[in-house]
């Protein structure tokens, strides 16, 4: 592709044109050395987009100079590209200047470059420039506060029309004369926010406010503030690198879906800082490596992290990360989970295995993608992870997608700590057998609204309330009147087993209610594979409990539990036997109106709950995936004693899980210390017992208090 081209004068230019064209000119930099020849220049601005097309310019994401390269390369990787689907950017091109100033419009615009690059038509020029010319520059900002981000990608669009006769002198002008104007605007906004108003973990609003800057710094040196926008960009990254993620890697927002959100941004500005010389600190590369593997280790197995807070489900949703730093740095493990989970992206082409996914392509380019091709793959084993410093854990017995597989969230709530945080303290989402099971279906639009209030409620989740009380009482969608720190106390992880216990204090209240709630989950990963989730209240006073499971799939009551249902596999919620639990279907306002906001069909997402008065007490749950040929185990509860003295299961619980080949026995005391237990013939000295038997073959575990380790 050359940039030798002649710049011609659109014969339609307007008194709005000429106005960008000064208010461009005037944001140059004269006395940059690159401009001599500009500034002698009889018509500045022609020259000037020529100097822009023709000098040397800046490495980006994608060497838009090779453009021949580019698509023989896309060509031959990639089926999508050979039959590009143009529909998203026909609809854009059909779009009203009204309709795209709505919110975050023109959010795939950059579809309209792909589309020239794809079909050659220059039609697809002229749409993007239309949007820019047809109105005072300023009055095509959308994002609001993340104006950042949408100059971002309207950079992108504006490098993909470099060589397109439909994209017109004054088309050029107008675009630039935007990006110019959203940069600053980016700035003056992300500049004036402030700790106070945020709260220490607003952090990510200026990494998504400011997103262009870095680009506009190092692409543009011949403009105002460019420089300056550049440093400016270099420490806010920093700062978020080394002030806002835990030891684990996780970020201190807690929303696992901002994070992979802003670790793409930040995955984006190391690699224009590394192919422009631009100096980073020596540690900036590994934070953010730790911080990508971080959500890869907690993944699901369909390629997504686990839907806790202000996030959808969005199966293989962490191939891009893991792709991108992959195809950056060349991480061998980051390469497996890309190639492990780029298939489960919803409607995705036929793509080389191996190469780079065609997703990820324009965010590295060509020399991306040949590091990603030479880079091998390593399995990271992926085992059961706890990252006790952020508070998040994932159980699963393979790396396979068809592994069972539960992730917990014990993360900090309030006071506006987490503030894309939900009251979902010891959430679970469930998979087995390759089904969603039990989860969250994402958070509605942000608002005031019956839906979002809702959204962000202890009941919204597959969690436990007492006495209907939140976690955290919230003020609003933002901020909380209260905080909760969970604990988890101990953590195991064995090649047969694993165990979690965390324990929070949200539901303390003084002195009328002086209650604490601790869930601890054990799961068998050998076969019959399957989880024990003990829910442990203390409490002095008589509440009624109420414990929620949301269900992904179809679901019925079966008996005294829950059957969820896929197409060929299904999991039983099942208390043990004569509990003196109230079961119920949930249907009510909030969850209605929920329901409505994310278009979801009551049938295939229902709600349940079980419901009893207590004081001090453990309910008891198992989990238990099936398929459609096995039938339903059998659970019971069974006196247990400590040192000689029956309990009552606020003090130690014994259940007894009977299969068609197997039984097994578990004996768990509450009490913190290790004692003789008892149930039935079953005896150990300790905390945990279990006592699995069938086939001919027995085993048996025991646990003592000194084992595993806790979460902080």
Excluded at 295 to 321: E, H, I, Q, Y
Excluded at 544 to 570: K, M, Q, T, W
């Amino acid at each position: 592709m050359t940039y030798a081209m002649e710049i011609l004068a659109d014969e339609n230019r307007t008194e709005l044109d000429a106005a960008k064209e000064k208010s461009l000119l005037d944001r140059v930099d004269w006395s940059h050395p690159a401009l001599e020849s500009v500034r002698e220049a009889p018509d500045k601005a022609a020259a000037l987009l020529a100097h822009l097309a023709t000098s040397p310019r800046r490495n980006y994401q994608f060497e838009y100079e090779c453009k021949g390269e580019i698509l023989a390369f896309l060509n031959e990787h990639y089926e999508a590209w050979r039959n590009f689907d143009t529909t998203e950017a026909d609809r854009l091109e059909a779009l009203s200047i009204e309709e795209a100033q709505g919110p975050r419009a023109l959010s795939t615009v950059a579809r309209l470059g792909q589309a020239w690059w794809a079909t050659g038509d220059p039609r697809y020029g002229r749409a993007f420039e239309r949007f820019y010319r047809a109105l005072p520059t300023g009055e095509m900002f959308n994002w609001q506060h993340f104006n950042g981000s949408q100059g971002a990608i309207e950079l992108d669009t504006w490098l993909y029309f470099s060589d397109c006769e439909g994209f017109t002198r004054e088309g050029r002008i107008a675009v630039l004369d935007h990006i110019c104007a959203i940069t600053d605007d980016a700035w003056e906004r992300t500049s004036g926010w402030t700790q106070r108003t945020l709260g220490p973990e607003g952090h990510n609003w200026y990494l998504h406010g400011m997103h262009v800057l870095p680009f506009y710094g190092i692409f543009f040196p011949e403009f105002k503030q460019a420089d300056y926008y550049l440093r400016s960009s270099i420490g806010i990254m920093e700062e978020h690198l080394r002030g806002h993620y835990r030891a684990d890697g996780g970020a201190r927002e807690t929303s696992l879906g901002y994070q992979g959100g802003s670790l793409t941004h930040l995955w984006d500005f190391y690699l224009l800082a590394q192919r422009n010389g631009v100096p980073l600190s020596s540690e900036y590369r590994d934070r953010l490596l730790h911080a990508t593997h971080f959500l890869l280790r907690l993944a699901t197995p369909n390629g997504s992290s686990p839907c806790f807070g202000d996030m959808k489900p969005n199966p293989g949703g962490l191939t891009n990360l893991a792709a991108v730093s992959a195809a950056v740095t060349g991480d061998r493990e980051a390469k497996w989970y890309a190639e492990r989970f780029r298939h489960h992206r919803p409607g995705v082409q036929r793509e080389t295995q191996g190469e780079l996914p065609l997703s990820v392509f324009w965010k590295v380019g060509l020399a991306g993608a040949r590091v990603y091709a030479g880079t091998r793959s390593q399995n990271p084993r992926h085992k059961s992870v706890l990252m006790g410093a952020t508070g998040y854990g994932a159980m699963r017995n393979s790396d396979h997608e068809f592994a069972n597989y539960l992730a917990v969230a014990a993360a900090d709530r309030g006071p506006i700590v987490t503030s894309h945080g939900h009251n979902e303290v010891f959430s679970m989402e469930i998979h087995a057998l390759g089904q969603r099971f039990v989860g969250e279906m994402g958070c509605v639009n942000y608002g005031d609204s019956p839906a979002r209030e809702y959204d962000q409620k202890t009941e919204a989740h597959t969690c436990l309330t007492i006495d209907g009380m939140e976690q955290a009482e919230l003020e609003n969608q933002w901020r909380w009147k209260s905080q909760v720190i969970p604990c988890v106390r101990r953590w195991i992880r064995e090649d047969t087993h694993d165990f979690f216990d965390g324990v929070h204090e949200g539901f303390n209240r003084g002195p009328d209610k002086r209650i604490l709630h601790a869930r601890k989950i054990l799961f068998f990963k050998s076969e019959p594979s399957y989880f024990l989730v003990f829910d442990w209240i203390d409490s002095d006073t008589e509440n009624p409990v109420s414990a929620y499971f949301h269900g992904c799939c179809p679901g019925e009551l079966e008996g005294d539990g829950i059957r969820l249902d896929s197409s060929n596999a299904s999991l039983a919620i099942l208390p043990p036997e004569d509990s003196g639990l109230h079961l119920e279907r949930v249907s009510d306002a909030g969850l209605d109106a929920y329901r409505e906001a994310r278009n979801l069909n009551a049938e295939n997402y229902p709600v349940f709950a079980f419901r009893k008065k207590i004081t001090s007490d453990c309910l008891v749950w198992g989990i238990v995936p099936r398929k459609s040929s096995e039938s339903t185990p059998q659970i019971k509860r069974l006196p247990v004693s400590l040192n000689g003295k029956e309990e009552p299961a606020s003090r130690a619980v014994a259940v007894e899980v009977q299969f068609d080949s197997h039984t097994d026995h578990v004996m768990l005391s509450h009490t913190g210390f290790d004692a003789e237990m008892k149930a039935g013939t079953h005896s150990a000295w300790g905390f945990l017992s279990i006592n699995r038997s069938g086939d001919g073959l027995e085993s048996r575990i025991i646990h003592r208090v000194s084992d595993g380790v806790c979460g902080r």
